[in-house]
C-alpha cells in the first residue's frame, strides 16, 4: 500500500532533527576540539578498522582529497595512524591510535546522553516503529540505486 503525503514538511523535519542533533552534540563535544568531520572519521574508522581514504571517503560521503587532509590532521594529533596495505603497497589501511579509542569512548558517552535527552517522552513501542520506518525507508532508497544502475545498463 502506497501512503500519499500528508504534510510536505517530512524531509524538512528530518534534516532538522538530524541538524538539531548535530548542534547539540557538537556543543557537548567541544572539549575534544575536533571538527564534525574528524570525528565521524574517528567513529567510521573505530566501526571499520582497517578501511583505506578512499574507503573512508565513501562512508562519509566526501571527496577523497578533503578526506585526506581530515586524516592528515588526525595522524598529527595522534589519533589515527596509516598502516602499509600488505596486498597493495599504493594503499594505506586507517587505524585509530589508543588515544583515539579513549576519545571516541567518551564521544559515545555524549551521544548516549544526548539520545536519551532526545527521547524523552517518546514510548519506546514508538521509537521501534520509527527505526522500522527509517530502515523501510532506507532500504526502497538503495533499492532506487539499484534501479537507476539497471535504467543505465551497469551491474
Known sequence: ???????????YLMQ?????????????ATKFALTRAQWRALKTIRRNEGLSQTELADYLD???IPVGRVIDRLEKTGYVERRADPGDRRRWR????PKAHAIVAEME??????RDDALRGVRREDFET???VLAQLK?????????TNEEKGTP
Open 62 to 64: 566526501m571527496e577523497p
Open 16 to 28: 532538522d532533527v538530524t541538524r538539531q542533533l548535530r548542534k547539540h552534540f557538537d556543543r557537548r
Open 94 to 97: 586507517l587505524h585509530l591510535t
Open 109 to 114: 558517552v555524549i551521544a548516549s546522553g544526548l
Open 1 to 11: 500500500m502506497m501512503i500519499k503525503a500528508i504534510d510536505s514538511t517530512f524531509a
Open 139 to 147: 532500504d526502497n532508497l538503495v533499492a532506487l540505486d539499484g534501479a
Open 130 to 132: 520509527l527505526l522500522r
